[in-house]
């Protein structure tokens, strides 16, 4: 049975960032992109499948070819269990282990 998936303010603020980018040139693949990474988050309800993350208690799943890691955690109260999708990613981001980058 797959575990409901929640996108945080950060994560939603990422995409949205990767969409307004992107839409400045191309629009129509500025909407495909947003699409296959909301996509990907939501398939970690049925499989979580990233490695774990440079932050604590994480997990990254990236979206290779697309240059995006989406950072995630399984949330556990009582018997019930979510992905929560912290952030989304660009992997050319400066990105010490144990912290989120900066926001632009």
């Given at each position: ?7 945080s303010?950060?994560a939603y ?11 400045e040139?191309?629009p ?7 699409d296959i990474?909301e ?19 994480t997990?990254e799943k990236?979206?290779a070819p ?9 949330q556990t109260?009582?018997?019930h ?5 912290l952030r989304?990613?660009?992997t ?6 144990g912290?989120?980058?900066?926001s632009?």
């Amino acid at each position: 049975m797959a575990r409901p998936v929640v996108w945080s303010v950060d994560a939603y603020r990422d995409t949205l960032a990767i969409l307004r980018h992107i839409a400045e040139d191309d629009p129509d693949t500025a909407e495909r992109i947003v699409d296959i990474i909301e996509d990907a988050g939501h398939r970690l309800g049925e499989r979580s499948t990233g490695r774990p993350g440079r932050v604590a208690g994480t997990f990254e799943k990236s979206l290779a070819p697309l240059p995006w890691i989406l950072c995630y955690s399984i949330q556990t109260d009582a018997d019930h269990e979510s992905v929560l999708i912290l952030r989304v990613i660009h992997t050319a981001r400066n990105w010490p282990g144990g912290t989120w980058p900066e926001s632009d």
